[in-house]
C-alpha cells in the first residue's frame, strides 16, 4: 500500500485535517456555536439546530455491513459522484496529472476532471464488439502522468457489465502505477458483483456503490467509496466536517433496517423482468435496429433517427437521453 499511496498529491498526504470541538454526550454544548431551538416545523431528534456528527458513524457501520467491508475500507460521500470529486482532488496536480475514461461512459468524470484541470484521455469502448473494453488501447494510453482508470459497470449508458477477469487484468496491468476505480452504481442489477472479489486481491482499486439506484433513496445523495483503508483516511481528510446532513443518514439508516434485504430482492427482480420485457417491445418496432443486453435499470437502443426518436417518446409523455 506504500507504494500507492504515493501517488497521493503530496500536499494532501501533509494536510492535517480540521477537527471540530469535541463534546460529551449529555452536556451543554456551548463549543458548536448553535442555535438552543429547533427550528419552526422540525420536530427531529436531536434537532436540526444541532450539528450532524462529523462523520456518520452509524451509518458507515451499517453500510459496511451491507457491502461486507470493515468500516475503515468505507467513505459515506454525498452520492458516489461525489467520491468521484475526491479521487481527483486527492491523485491529481492541476496542469499535470491525468486521467483515463473509455466512453461512451458517465460523463461526470470527465467533468470533475477538467474542474480540477487534470488532462482526460479517451480509450473509447470497442462498439463493433458489444461496447466490450480495450485493454491493449489502455496499457498504450496509460503514461507517467496518468492516475486513474475510471471503469464504469454495468455501464451507462451501455448497460453492459465488465467481466471479472478483465477487471483484474487491469487492476494488474496498472499495478501500482495508478488507481482502477470501479463504479458500481447498477451493481444489484447486475449477474455478478466483484467487488469483495477486487477489494480481497488488489491493493490499487476503489469501488463506488451509491443507494440512489436500486435502493430508490436517489433524493438523498448517499453513496460509499470502498477500499484499502489507508487510502480511505487519506482521502476522508479532504471532506469538510459535518458534512453528511441528519435527514438523509435518518433516511438511509431507516431503509437498512429490517427485512430490507427481502425487499430490495423482490423490486430488483420485478425490474429485471421489465427490462427484459421492454427491450423486447422496442425491437418490435420497425424503426429500433438493436438493443443491447443490458445489466443494470436502463437500456441503449440503436435507432433510425435518434432525434425524432426521442422526440416521439416526449410527446407520448416519456422522456428518454439522446446518445
Avoid at 54 to 72: K, M, S, W
Avoid at 172 to 185: H, K, L, P, Y
Avoid at 197 to 213: F, M, P, Q
Amino acid at each position: 500500500m506504500t507504494d500507492i499511496l504515493d501517488l497521493v498529491r503530496p500536499e494532501i498526504r501533509r494536510l492535517a485535517p480540521y477537527k471540530p470541538a469535541r463534546w460529551n454526550t449529555g452536556s451543554v454544548r456551548l463549543s458548536a456555536n448553535e442555535t438552543p431551538w429547533q427550528p419552526p416545523g422540525n420536530e427531529s431528534s436531536p434537532g436540526l439546530n444541532r450539528y450532524p456528527e462529523p462523520r456518520p458513524t452509524e451509518l458507515t457501520a451499517v453500510l459496511a455491513n451491507h457491502y461486507g467491508v470493515r468500516d475503515e475500507q468505507l467513505l459515506v460521500t454525498r452520492g458516489s459522484s461525489e467520491a468521484v470529486d475526491l479521487l481527483l482532488r486527492c491523485f491529481c496536480r492541476p496542469g499535470h496529472d491525468e486521467i483515463i475514461v473509455c466512453p461512451p461512459t458517465f460523463s461526470m468524470y470527465g467533468v470533475y476532471a477538467r474542474i480540477q484541470g487534470a488532462a482526460v484521455a479517451e480509450v473509447p469502448l470497442r462498439a463493433a464488439k458489444d461496447y466490450s473494453i480495450d485493454h491493449h488501447g489502455i496499457a498504450a494510453a496509460w503514461n507517467d502522468r496518468s492516475k486513474l482508470l475510471f471503469i464504469c459497470s454495468p455501464n451507462n449508458p451501455t448497460g453492459h457489465r465488465v467481466p471479472t477477469a478483465e477487471l483484474h487484468d487491469l487492476c494488474e496491468r496498472i499495478g501500482n502505477s495508478g488507481i482502477v476505480v470501479v463504479d458500481g452504481a447498477y451493481t444489484e442489477f447486475a449477474e455478478a458483483d466483484p467487488t469483495l472479489e477486487l477489494l480481497g486481491r488488489h491493493g490499487n482499486v476503489v469501488v463506488l456503490r451509491t443507494l440512489s439506484k436500486a435502493f430508490g433513496l436517489a433524493g438523498i445523495r448517499c453513496g460509499s467509496l470502498l477500499g484499502p483503508a489507508p487510502l480511505i483516511e487519506i482521502i476522508n481528510r479532504i471532506l469538510p466536517p459535518f458534512c453528511f446532513p441528519t435527514p438523509c443518514e435518518n433516511a438511509a439508516l431507516a431503509c437498512l433496517r429490517g427485512d430490507y434485504r427481502t425487499v430490495l430482492a423482490q423490486r430488483i427482480d420485478i425490474l429485471k423482468k421489465e427490462r427484459d420485457k421492454l427491450a423486447a417491445g422496442l425491437l418490435s418496432l420497425p424503426d429500433v435496429a438493436q438493443v443491447w443486453h443490458s445489466e443494470a435499470n436502463f437500456l441503449l437502443a440503436g435507432v433510425a433517427d435518434a432525434g425524432e426518436f426521442t422526440a416521439r417518446a416526449l410527446a407520448g409523455g416519456v422522456s428518454i437521453r439522446n446518445f
